[in-house]
């Protein structure tokens, strides 16, 4: 199991931005899918942007598109988030989760399906304030 470690997270006001890092135990996580999950309050956990081993390919969810960029940095065993134009919606605790398989068939949307992530930090805190 790897074990991942989120960072980041901060108070902003909406307009701003802020960068996430999470980090692997492992470098084994560079042959990982990973992606970022958000919980807000009283919400269910929503995929927000996805990307597979080699960083080729990539999905976000429709709010954040246009906002938000995944990367990963292998050399570092680090996925990263870029958030930008940040709304108070987009406040929540952000996860970081690994999968070494998202299953026989799947599609870019599957990189944003909770339910295909085996391994998950504990999260980092995100407020946007109006």
């Known amino acids: 199991q790897v074990q991942l470690v989120e960072s980041g997270g901060d108070s902003v006001q909406a307009g701003g931005s802020l960068r996430l890092s999470c980090g692997a135990s492992?470098?084994?996580?560079?042959?990982?899918?990973m992606a970022w999950f958000r919980q807000a309050p009283g919400k269910e956990r929503e995929g927000v942007a996805g990307?597979?081993?080699?960083?080729?390919?990539?999905y976000y969810a429709d709010s954040v598109k246009g906002r938000f960029t995944i990367s990963r940095d292998n050399a570092k065993n680090e996925l990263l988030l870029q958030m930008s134009s940040l709304k108070p919606e987009d406040t929540a605790v952000y996860f970081c989760?690994?999968?070494?398989?998202?299953?026989?068939?799947?599609?870019?949307?599957?990189?944003?399906?909770?339910?295909?992530?085996?391994?998950w930090g504990q999260g980092t805190q995100v407020t946007v304030s109006s």
């Open positions: 989760a690994a999968s070494a398989s998202l299953g026989l068939f799947w599609t870019r949307s599957t990189l944003i399906n909770p339910s295909r992530y085996n391994d």
């Open positions: 492992e470098s084994s996580v560079n042959d990982y899918y």
């Open positions: 990307i597979s081993s080699d960083g080729g390919t990539t």
